[in-house]
């Protein structure tokens, strides 16, 4: 794998969009199971949106922009 795609612990840098990152239908639980799957795999994302529910146990799994 490309080096420059790695991280500092050899993770890959991934990034995702939304448009709130909360609990909520469709788009927004997708996301949340894919952070928490992402999480399991000891993978911190991205997470670029323009609102944050920093109340949710999932925003300590992510780095918000």
Known sequence: MNKTLL????????SLTC???Q???GM???LID???GLSQANITP???SAKFD????????IISN
């Open 19 to 21: 448009q709130k990152f």
């Open 28 to 30: 927004e639980r997708y």
């Open 54 to 61: 920093t109340a949710l146990p999932e925003y300590n799994l």
């Open 34 to 36: 894919i952070v928490n």
């Open 7 to 14: 991280s500092n612990n050899n993770h890959p840098n991934i």
């Open 23 to 25: 609990y909520g239908g």
């Open 46 to 48: 991205k997470i670029y």
